[in-house]
Every structure is written in C-alpha cells, then in structure tokens.
T-cell receptor, first 111, second 114 residues
Framework: GENVEQHPSTLSVQEGDSAVIKCTYS??????FPWYKQELGKGPQLIID?????GEKKDQRIAVTLNKTAKHFSLHITETQPEDSAVYFC??????????FGTGTRLKVLA | DAGVTQSPTHLIKTRGQQVTLRCSPK?????VSWYQQALGQGPQFIFQ???????QRGNFPDRFSGHQFPNYSSELNVNALLLGDSALYLC?????????????FGPGTRLTVT
C-alpha cells in the first residue's frame, strides 16, 4: 500500500548547524511533496513543497531535494535557530487528493 | 485574511456518544480534507469534500461521516465513539481546481473519549 517512511525520528543539532530529514515514498505516481512544521498544540504549517517536475527548491534557510528515481526527498535546514525546534512531517500526494504523511521528526536545536 | 478555523478547540466525550466537529476553510478555498492525528503520529487521511461531495476516503469505518455546505465549510461526525478515537482532528483546506495541491491546516480539535 501507499507509505511514506521518514528518518530520523529525533534529531538534535547545535544552533547554527545544519539539519537534514529524509523521506522515502512508495507510490511512483506521487507528484507533490510538501513539508510541514508542527509546534506543540498547533496544526501543521506548510513550510516548503516541491513538485515532481523539479529536483530542488530553496527558500532562504530551507531547501528540499527530490530524487524521483530513488523515490527519496529530503528537507535541509541551514543555520538552525532555537525557533526551528518543532516536529517536522513530510508528505506525498497525487495532486489535489489525500496526503500520505511520514511519522515525523522531532528536531531540537540546542543553544 | 482568516486562515482555516476549527471548532471546538477541545472536547471530552464518553464511549458510545456522537460528536460533530466543524471547519471553515481559508478564503478562496473550496475543498476540505479531514485528518486524524494520534499522539506522536503523523496525520491520517479520513476523507475529502469537494463541491459538497465526498471525493476521496481513507481507511476509516462508516462511523466517520462528513458534510460540506454551500459556503464550503465542513463538518466531521463520529458515531459510537471508541476510546481509540481520542486524537487531534485536523481540517485542511485547498483549492480543488487544477494545480491546487497545497493544503493549509487549521489548529485542530482535541477529542478525548473516556
């Protein structure tokens, strides 16, 4: 069935260092890959996304890469700050329909 | 511009009872998706409403039902509540037309079943 695996489940980095979170999807028909940040007690917030016709996308300190052949996509956060601490989720979908989410990565940025 | 809103924020129910959760989509959006998020897990897709019809459904029993109104707002109904239904229920809105892939989430309704 459709599945998205996400690693690692927890990640601790020193402030200023980079963080990388990786996801693998199973359905080769997936064509849209968003990333969400969820803070305690809040709903997921869309932080960046990538479509299957693009290999990389960057927005300030955040970037996402996609390898369609390997069915892998990754989130890269550079120059991490304490406010980046949260749970991050990747997801995969086929256009306007349901998202399949990964299991989440708890990122801790140590000051 | 108001984002996605959900009500109530928190809810406590007893096993066997029924519950209704409400969602208003972001301005300009016509599609509403509902997700269930258990503690420490990723959101799981329940169903999606577009043009007042259920367009897609996840692996949830018939006890979970929904509705979309002409103003695009939506309700999620859960009958015969079980302890395992305790979770954060998230509503996400999007534009149902071509290319409308982005889903924006509300703050959720925390349901506790005792």
């Amino acid at each position: 069935g459709e599945n998205v695996e996400q690693h690692p489940s927890t990640l601790s980095v020193q402030e200023g260092d980079s963080a990388v979170i990786k996801c693998t999807y199973s359905d080769s028909a997936s064509n849209y890959f968003p990333w969400y940040k969820q803070e305690l007690g809040k709903g997921p917030q869309l932080i960046i996304d990538i479509r299957s016709n693009v290999g990389e996308k960057k927005d300030q300190r955040i970037a996402v890469t996609l390898n369609k052949t390997a069915k892998h996509f990754s989130l890269h956060i550079t120059e991490t700050q304490p406010e980046d601490s949260a749970v991050y989720f990747c997801a995969a979908s086929k256009g306007t329909y349901k998202y399949i989410f990964g299991t989440g990565t708890r990122l801790k940025v140590l000051a | 511009d108001a984002g996605v809103t959900q009500s109530p924020t928190h809810l406590i129910k007893t096993r066997g009872q029924q519950v209704t959760l409400r969602c208003s989509p972001k301005s300009g959006h016509d599609t509403v998706s509902w997700y269930q998020q258990a503690l420490g897990q990723g959101p799981q897709f329940i169903f999606q409403y577009y043009e007042e019809e259920e367009r897609q459904r996840g692996n949830f029993p018939d006890r979970f039902s929904g509705h979309q109104f002409p103003n695009y707002s939506s309700e999620l109904n859960v009958n015969a509540l079980l302890l395992g239904d305790s979770a954060l229920y998230l509503c996400a809105s999007s534009w149902g037309g071509t290319g409308g892939y982005e889903q924006y989430f509300g703050p959720g309704t925390r349901l506790t079943v005792t």
